[in-house]
C-alpha cells in the first residue's frame, strides 16, 4: 500500500497543454459564432429528398429502408412502422397530415396542437426531456426526434441503444424543410402523399415569388418576444428565410443562434412593418405604438403593425404554404394571392397558451 | 534517548538555532525555557523530527530521526497536541483515542489493546467524569488534559509538549504540572516542555535548558541555571520575583 | 484528582463501555443502510413512469439475473424497461450517489472544513465548462457510449483540480486553506468561462443546463460498467485509508506527530476524492447536497470516525441518490439535484433539532 501513487494528477508540460487545448477550443467557438448573413433566398426552391429510397407504387415494396437523417446518421427501420411517436411538433402535424395520424403513439407536448385530433395522442415527451419508458412501452417502431438539442441527444441515444429507429431531423431553411417531409414521409411510408405536401408547398412559394416579384421589399422586424428585452429572428433562423421569400426584408441580430436584439437597433433599422409573432401572448399593436421611443419608426407611423400567427409561419411542417401566404399577406396588405384562403384565421394567431412553444 | 546534535535551522537566511545539542535520558524530564522567539518551539520541533535542520541531525534511540518514517517514530515519540478547533463535534473519548492511531493497524481499525489503552490513559489522566462530553464544549484546561490523555494513550517513552499551560488558570497550571511530573516519576515517560513561566519550570523540572537567541546558555538544575545574571540578562526581569516561585524544585534532579 | 484512578470506574469496565457505545449504533446503523438501499433498489426498478406489475418485475429479474421460471409471462418491451432502462439506471445512480458521500466526507475531513462538498476544488466549475465547451464544438464522438460531453467534463473537472492544487502550493497560507481559497477563485473564474460559453452557445444552451442540472437519463450498462470501476475503486482505496482520515481531525501537524505522513496522505486522498467526483461527473452531471449532508448526517449519528463515517456514507449516499432518482422520474422529469435538495433538507433539518446522542454539528 505504500506503493500507491495518484496517477489522477498530471505533472509538468500535460497540464499547460491541456489547458492551452481548452483555450483553443473556447477560442474556436466563439470565432465561429461570427454572424454570415444568409444568402437571398430565390421564389424557385426545389426540394431534393436526401435519401436513398426505392421508388414504388406499393408501400410494401419500400421497406426495409435504409435512410440517412439530418445528422447524417443512416438509420434502418425494418418494416412498416405501426407504433409511431412523434417528438417534435412539425413531426407531429406531418405524419397526421400523411394520412397516418391514427399510428401516432406518442407525441412531445405541444401548446399549439395541430391538427385538432392530436391533442388525443399521449405526450412522452417535453420541453427538454423524453421519457424513454413511455415510449418503449408503447411498442414504439419508429421515433421521429429533433435535432440541434431539441430533444436530448442523451434520449436519441438511448432509443437507438435500444433498437429503435430514430429518425432525427432539423430544418435549418426552406429546402430542409422540404427535405425532412420527404424523409418523414419515406420513414412512414407515405412517399406519394409527402410529394404532395411538398407539392403544395411549392406552389405557395412559386405564387408568392410571382407575387411579390418586381416589389420593394419593405424593412420587417419579426417580433418574438419582448417581455425582458426584444427578441427577433437570428440570421439562421428559419423565420427569416421565410420573411425573405414572402418579400420582405428582415431585421436579423446579426449572429447565428442569437435571437436577442438591442433596442437601438431596431430604431436604427427603422422597420416599415413590424410582424407580432408573440401575439398569441397577448401582445397588440396599440401596445407597441405606445413604447417609448417607438413613435418615430415607419412602422408605427404608417400602422404597419400587424399580429401574425407565429407557429404556421415557423413551423416546418405542412402548414408552411398556409404561413408563407399569412406571411406574405402581412408583408404587403394589397397582395392578391389565388391560394391563400379567405378566413381571417390565416393571419390572426390562435387562443393564447401558457408557455412558449419551440418550434423548429 | 533523544539527542540533538548541533542541530542549526536556517529560516529564509535567518538563523533561529545555532548548533544547539541536547540530550535527554530514559525517564528524564526537561523545561526549555527562554524569552520569546527564542527558538524553543523550533528546536521542539525539530526533536519531534517535522521539522528537517539545515545542519545537525537529531536522534532518535540512536537512530537519526530523518531516517525513519512517521509511524515508527510516533510510537516512540508522543506530541501533545496544540489545542485547535474541532471541525466535527468529537467525544473525549474519541479524541483520546486517536492517540492510538500509530498502533492501528490501518485497514483492521481499533483492537481491545487499543480500547484498554485508551481507557487506561484516560483513568491515569483523570478525565473519566468528562466521558460522553463534546470536546468542543469543554474548558480550556479540561481540554488540554484531554489532549494529555491522548498523548498518554500513544504509549510512548518520550513526550513532547509545547506551552501546554497557555490560556490555563493558575489552578489547571498546577494540575497540568503535577501531573506531568507524575507521569514521569510513576511511568517513566521522558518529557521535554517548552514553558514560558520560569517559576513553574523551575518548580516542577529538575532541569532547564535556557535557550535565547537560537543557543543555549544554559543547561542544568534550576538552582544552579537561574542565576541572578541569567534571569536579568536573558529575561529582562528583576531575580527576586523568579526567586519566590523557585525555592523548591520537586523531583530527582 | 491526577494521581488515583476514579473510584467508581475500573479500566476493564470502560474499556467495554466503550465498545459497546460505538460498535452497537454503527451495527444497527450499517443494517439499516443495507435495509434501505435493498427497498430503494426494488423500488427503482418497480416504479417508473410505465406501470409494471412488481410481480411480472420479478419474475423478469429472476429469469434474467438466475435463471430462474416462475412462470409468469411478460411483454418483451417489460423487459427491456426492466433490464436495459431501469436496473442501470439505478445502479448507476447508486454508484455515483456512493462516490459522492465518500468524496464529501474525504474533503470535509482533509479541509476540516464541515461545509465542504465534492465540488469544493473547482471540480464543479472544471466539468460544466469542459461540458459547455464539448457542446460549443461542432464534433460529435462517442466512445464507449460517452460522448464528447462527458470526456470533456471529466477531463474539465481534473484538469482544474490540478490547477487548484499546484497554484495553492506556493504561498505563506497553511496549505488547507491556500487550497480552499485557491479553489474558490479557479472555481469563479472558471464560472466565468462557462458563463461566456453558455452565452455563445444557441441552441446548445438546452444541453448545457440539463447537463448542469445533473441526471440519469443517459445511463447504460456500458456507461456503467466503465465508471463503477473508477468511482467504486477510488471509493474502496479511500476507504483503506480511513486512518489517516482520522489523523486529520486535529489538524495537520497533530497528524504528522500521530504517524500520518502528512504530504503523501493529503495528495493521495485528495487525488483519489477528486477522481471519484470527476468520474461521478461525468456520468451524472452537477448533482448537489448528497456529498455534502451524508456524511453530516452520518456523523450525527455515530461520530466523527472516519472508520465509521466512510462506509456508512457510502451505503446512504446510494440510497439516497438512487430513491431521488426514481422520485424524479415519477414527477415527470424533474432534474435529480432538486430531488435531493427538497428530500435531504427538511430531513436534515428535523435530525437536527431531535439529535439526541449529544453530537451537534
Request: glycine content about 10%.
Amino acid at each position: 500500500m505504500d506503493a500507491r501513487r495518484s496517477a489522477a494528477i498530471p505533472r509538468g508540460r500535460t497540464l499547460p497543454s491541456i489547458l492551452l487545448l481548452v483555450l483553443v477550443a473556447v477560442l474556436a467557438a466563439c470565432g465561429s459564432g461570427a454572424a454570415s448573413p444568409s444568402a437571398a433566398v430565390t421564389a424557385s426552391v426545389t426540394a431534393s429528398p436526401t435519401t436513398n429510397v426505392i421508388e414504388s407504387p406499393s408501400p410494401v415494396a419500400a421497406f426495409p429502408v435504409t435512410l440517412t437523417d439530418d445528422e447524417g446518421t443512416n438509420v434502418t427501420i425494418p418494416a412498416e412502422p405501426d407504433q409511431i411517436v412523434t417528438l417534435t411538433n412539425a413531426a407531429t402535424e406531418t405524419v397526421f397530415a400523411l394520412g397516418l395520424g391514427d399510428r401516432v403513439v406518442g407525441k412531445v407536448e405541444d401548446f399549439s396542437v395541430y391538427p385538432p385530433a392530436a391533442a388525443d395522442v399521449p405526450d412522452v415527451a417535453k420541453f427538454g426531456s423524453v421519457d424513454v419508458e413511455q415510449i418503449v412501452a408503447a411498442g414504439t417502431d419508429l421515433v421521429i426526434a429533433g435535432g440541434s438539442n431539441f430533444n436530448p441527444p442523451e434520449s436519441i441515444a438511448r432509443l437507438r441503444q435500444l433498437g429503435i429507429p430514430t429518425v432525427v431531423i432539423f430544418a435549418e431553411d426552406m429546402p430542409g424543410a422540404l427535405a425532412d417531409i420527404a424523409l418523414m414521409g419515406t420513414a412512414v411510408g407515405r412517399p406519394e402523399q409527402a410529394a404532395a405536401i411538398q407539392g403544395d408547398i411549392q406552389e405557395a412559394i412559386d405564387e408568392v415569388g410571382a407575387a411579390t416579384a418586381g416589389l420593394d421589399k419593405p424593412r420587417v422586424f419579426y417580433e418574438l418576444d419582448a417581455t425582458n428585452g426584444f427578441f427577433g429572428p437570428a440570421p439562421d433562423y428559419f423565420g427569416t428565410e421565410m420573411i425573405t421569400i414572402a418579400g420582405g426584408d428582415p431585421l436579423t441580430s446579426g449572429t447565428d443562434g442569437v435571437y436577442q436584439i438591442e433596442p437601438e437597433k431596431i430604431l436604427e433599422f427603422d422597420p416599415q412593418v413590424i410582424l407580432l409573432g408573440d401575439a398569441a401572448y397577448g401582445v397588440t399593436p396599440e401596445q407597441v405604438a405606445a413604447r417609448p421611443g417607438w413613435d418615430v419608426l415607419t412602422a408605427v407611423k404608417d400602422g404597419a403593425i400587424r399580429p401574425i400567427d407565429d407557429v404556421i409561419v415557423t413551423r416546418p411542417g405542412p402548414r408552411l404554404g398556409e404561413g408563407l401566404r399569412a406571411l406574405a399577406l402581412a408583408i404587403h396588405p394589397d397582395l392578391v394571392l389565388p391560394g391563400a384562403s379567405a378566413s381571417p384565421a390565416a393571419s390572426a394567431p390562435p387562443a393564447p397558451s401558457a408557455a412558449a412553444s419551440a418550434a423548429p | 534517548m533523544l539527542q540533538a546534535d548541533a542541530v542549526t535551522v536556517e529560516v529564509r537566511g535567518r538563523a533561529i538555532l545555532r548548533d544547539v545539542s541536547l540530550a535527554l535520558a530514559v525517564g528524564e524530564r526537561v523545561a526549555l525555557v527562554g524569552p520569546n522567539g527564542a527558538g524553543k518551539s523550533t528546536l521542539l520541533r525539530a526533536l519531534a523530527g517535522t521539522l528537517k535542520p539545515t545542519a545537525g541531525r537529531v536522534l532518535l534511540g540512536g537512530v537519526p530521526i530523518a531516517t525513519l518514517d512517521r509511524s515508527e517514530i510516533a510510537r516512540r515519540l508522543a506530541v501533545v497536541p496544540q489545542q485547535t478547533a474541532l471541525p466535527f463535534a468529537m467525544k473525549v473519548e474519541e479524541v483520546v483515542a486517536l492517540g492510538r492511531l500509530p498502533h492501528e493497524d490501518p485497514l483492521r481499525g481499533t483492537r481491545p489493546a487499543d480500547r484498554a489503552a485508551t481507557a487506561a490513559a484516560i483513568e491515569r489522566v483523570g478525565v473519566g467524569h468528562l466521558l460522553g462530553r463534546d470536546a468542543r464544549e469543554l474548558s480550556l484546561g479540561e481540554r488540554q488534559l484531554v489532549l494529555l490523555a491522548l498523548s498518554v494513550a500513544q504509549g510512548a517513552p518520550v513526550m513532547l509538549l509545547d506551552e501546554p499551560t497557555v490560556h490555563l488558570d493558575l489552578r489547571h497550571q498546577v494540575e497540568a504540572m503535577e501531573l506531568l511530573a507524575d507521569l514521569n516519576e510513576r511511568d517513566g515517560t521522558a518529557l521535554v516542555a517548552v514553558l514560558h513561566d520560569l517559576g513553574l519550570a523551575a518548580h516542577f523540572f529538575p532541569r532547564l535548558v535556557v535557550i535565547d537567541h537560537g543557543r543555549i546558555v544554559a543547561d542544568g538544575p534550576p538552582a544552579t541555571v537561574l542565576t541572578d545574571e541569567l534571569i536579568r540578562e536573558v529575561f529582562s526581569v528583576e531575580p527576586a520575583l523568579v526567586r519566590l516561585a523557585a525555592t523548591a524544585t520537586r523531583g530527582r534532579a | 484528582m491526577a494521581t488515583t484512578p476514579h473510584p467508581a470506574r475500573a479500566p476493564g469496565r470502560l474499556a467495554v463501555r466503550l465498545r459497546v457505545g460505538r460498535l452497537g449504533r454503527a451495527g444497527s446503523l450499517a443494517l439499516a443502510g443495507v435495509v434501505t438501499l435493498l427497498v430503494v433498489l426494488v423500488g427503482g426498478i418497480v416504479l417508473g413512469t410505465v406501470d409494471l406489475a412488481p410481480a411480472t418485475t420479478v419474475a423478469i429479474l429472476a429469469k434474467r439475473l438466475a435463471g430462474l421460471d416462475l412462470g409468469i409471462a411478460w411483454a418483451p418491451t417489460a423487459e427491456a424497461i426492466v433490464m436495459d432502462l431501469r436496473l442501470p439506471r439505478v445502479l448507476t445512480a447508486m454508484v455515483v450517489g456512493t462516490g459522492l458521500a465518500v468524496a464529501g466526507c474525504t474533503f470535509q475531513g482533509l479541509l476540516r472544513n464541515p461545509l465542504a462538498d465534492p465540488y469544493v476544488l473547482g471540480t464543479a466549475s472544471g466539468a460544466a465548462l469542459g461540458a459547455a465547451v464539448a457542446v460549443l464544438i461542432p464534433v460529435r464522438t462517442v466512445f464507449l457510449e460517452f460522448g464528447l460531453l462527458h470526456t470533456l467534463a471529466f477531463i474539465g473537472a481534473l484538469v482544474s483540480v490540478t490547477v487548484v492544487y499546484r497554484l495553492s502550493r506556493t504561498g505563506p497560507l497553511s496549505p488547507m486553506t491556500s487550497l480552499l481559497l485557491t479553489g474558490y477563485a479557479v472555481g469563479s473564474l472558471l464560472a466565468a468561462g462557462l458563463a461566456m460559453a453558455m452565452y455563445l452557445s444557441g441552441t446548445g444552451l438546452r444541453q448545457i443546463f440539463s447537463y448542469l442540472l445533473g441526471g440519469f437519463d443517459g445511463a447504460s450498462w456500458l456507461r456503467l460498467a466503465v465508471a463503477a470501476p473508477l468511482i467504486l475503486g477510488g471509493t474502496i482505496a479511500i476507504l483503506m485509508r480511513a486512518r489517516s482520515l482520522n489523523g486529520f481531525l486535529l489538524g495537520e501537524e497533530a497528524a504528522a506527530h500521530l504517524g500520518v505522513d502528512v504530504r503523501r496522505e493529503r495528495a493521495i486522498l485528495l487525488a483519489l476524492a477528486s477522481l471519484v467526483t470527476a468520474a461521478g461527473v461525468a456520468v451524472a452531471g452537477l448533482i448537489g447536497f448528497v456529498g455534502l449532508v451524508i456524511p453530516h448526517l452520518v456523523r450525527l449519528l455515530v461520530g466523527p470516525n472516519a472508520r465509521l463515517v466512510l462506509p456508512l456514507s457510502a451505503l446512504f449516499g446510494a440510497s439516497l441518490l438512487a430513491a431521488a432518482d426514481v422520485a424524479a422520474r415519477m414527477l415527470g422529469g424533474v432534474p435529480v439535484g432538486v430531488v435531493t435538495a427538497v428530500i435531504g433538507a427538511p430531513f436534515f433539518l428535523l435530525l437536527l433539532r431531535h439529535a439526541r446522542s449529544g453530537y451537534e454539528l
